[in-house]
């Protein structure tokens, strides 16, 4: 599967990569430029603002549906990140 990244601005795909951007919890992110409109955005991957992991919040949302008590994902999330 392809990842189409459009500008969120004009919705443009002529753009070009201009370094990367350093989030406390997320790492470093690729930036972009966009050569219509002239504005930097990144790519949405589906957890911007997000104050945690990706991984840490895929692994809650699986245990909460499979019916885990808050206990044991407590117990699984500190055995996870420790």
């Known amino acids: 599967m ?3 990244i459009k500008c ?3 919705k443009s795909q002529n753009f070009r990569r201009e370094g990367t951007r350093k989030t406390e919890n997320r790492g470093k992110i690729q930036k972009f430029y966009c050569k219509d409109c002239h504005k930097y ?4 991957d ?3 603002r997000m104050r945690n992991k990706p991984e840490i919040i ?3 949302i699986d245990m ?5 008590s808050s206990r044991k994902m407590r117990n699984r999330l500190v055995m996870f990140l420790f």
């Open 2 to 4: 392809k990842i189409e």
């Open 58 to 60: 895929t692994m809650s």
């Open 8 to 10: 969120k601005h004009c």
């Open 41 to 44: 955005f990144t790519n949405d």
């Open 46 to 48: 589906g957890f911007y």
């Open 64 to 68: 909460y549906v499979s019916n885990l």
